[in-house]
């Protein structure tokens, strides 16, 4: 099962952000974006942690997406893992990632990519 | 935020197992496994797909878990990620990750590590 996997680590994002601190707010955002990047959206679960900080993921038919926020550091890892089953959904994956980041705006970020499944050998 | 990223993809899984196919036995083994690992969960989201296939998450104060299988592919994608803010979780990641490919059997498996986070530069 071919898919591609995106890891951002993000540093320096805005404390003011609400999208950055409050759960109601970061699981509206994904949702948005996940979907206006035509990803399935098919569940999804967020914990608002005590006295700050989000984490979250987003089940998509084409796989998940998963971030983790530390207002207390300014800094925040996200995760899009789409599969491609039917067809190629990597240029989906790219847009809800940068959707993500245009949102958060990191001051820095540190990007790689994985290739994921492939042939059975 | 310091952090370890495990990684699976396991091949040929046998169909019979039920936490290969049906959400409901897929989301108790997650649950029980990332707790006997001593993990904190704090959230989970699981998606029956039909005629089959399990996607599904669970939220840990340590970060998360993310499987998605194909039984018709006997293909499993699983990620295990924790971040170390009060203590090095990465033993309990690792805990977490063998009990699950103990469960559901994989005849071969790429397996790959990621450190994610670290210091801001």
């Avoid at 955002?29 to 959206?41: I, K, N, Y």
């Avoid at 984490?55 to 899009?80: C, K, N, Q, R």
């Avoid at 190629?88 to 705006?105: G, Q, V």
Wanted: aromatic content about 10%.
């Amino acid at each position: 099962m071919d898919g591609v996997h995106l890891l951002g680590e993000w540093y320096g994002c805005p404390a003011e952000t609400p999208e950055f601190t409050r759960a109601d707010a970061l699981r509206k955002l994904c949702l948005d974006v996940a979907r206006a990047a035509g990803l399935t959206v098919v569940g999804d679960a967020f914990h608002q942690f005590v006295p700050q900080g989000v984490t979250g993921t987003v089940l998509l038919a084409e796989s998940h997406l998963a971030i983790h926020t530390w207002p207390e550091y300014g800094f925040v890892t996200v995760d899009v893992y789409v599969c491609n089953l039917a067809t190629d959904n990597s240029a989906k994956a790219e847009r809800l990632f940068r959707a993500l980041e245009s949102a958060l705006k990191p001051q820095r970020a540190r990007f790689q990519t994985i290739h994921r499944g492939g042939k059975d050998e």
